[in-house]
Protein backbone atom coordinates (compact mmCIF):
# COMPACT_ATOMS: atom_id res chain seq x y z
CA UNK A 1 0.00 0.00 0.00
CA UNK A 2 1.43 3.18 -0.73
CA UNK A 3 1.35 6.11 1.38
CA UNK A 4 0.90 9.69 0.14
CA UNK A 5 3.51 11.11 1.64
CA UNK A 6 6.13 8.07 0.95
CA UNK A 7 9.59 8.95 0.11
CA UNK A 8 11.22 7.93 -2.86
CA UNK A 9 14.77 6.43 -2.14
CA UNK A 10 15.42 5.81 -5.73
CA UNK A 11 16.09 9.91 -6.67
CA UNK A 12 17.54 10.35 -2.93
CA UNK A 13 21.26 11.56 -2.90
CA UNK A 14 24.31 11.51 -0.74
CA UNK A 15 25.39 14.99 1.17
CA UNK A 16 28.37 16.18 0.26
CA UNK A 17 31.32 17.26 2.74
CA UNK A 18 31.05 21.03 1.95
CA UNK A 19 27.18 20.97 1.93
CA UNK A 20 27.36 19.21 5.24
CA UNK A 21 30.31 22.10 6.13
CA UNK A 22 27.43 24.64 5.20
CA UNK A 23 24.65 23.17 6.63
CA UNK A 24 26.77 23.04 10.21
CA UNK A 25 27.85 27.00 9.74
CA UNK A 26 24.44 28.02 9.14
CA UNK A 27 22.99 26.07 12.59
CA UNK A 28 25.85 27.61 14.54
CA UNK A 29 25.16 31.23 13.07
CA UNK A 30 21.60 30.66 13.49
CA UNK A 31 20.89 29.11 16.85
CA UNK A 32 24.40 29.16 18.43
CA UNK A 33 24.93 24.81 18.56
CA UNK A 34 28.29 24.39 18.19
CA UNK A 35 28.94 20.43 16.69
CA UNK A 36 32.07 18.07 17.73
CA UNK A 37 33.95 17.19 15.05
CA UNK A 38 33.92 13.41 14.58
CA UNK A 39 37.37 12.08 14.19
CA UNK A 40 39.34 8.57 13.91
CA UNK A 41 40.55 7.55 16.87
CA UNK A 42 44.56 6.36 15.70
CA UNK A 43 44.87 2.85 16.30
CA UNK A 44 48.47 1.46 18.11
CA UNK A 45 50.49 -0.50 16.15
CA UNK A 46 49.03 -3.91 18.00
CA UNK A 47 45.62 -3.20 17.11
CA UNK A 48 46.17 -2.75 13.20
CA UNK A 49 47.03 -6.75 13.54
Keep these: MNKKNEFHFNKARRV ?9 QAIYE ?5 FRERKRIKQDEDDQK
Design 30 to 34: QFGIK
Design 16 to 24: TIEENKKFR
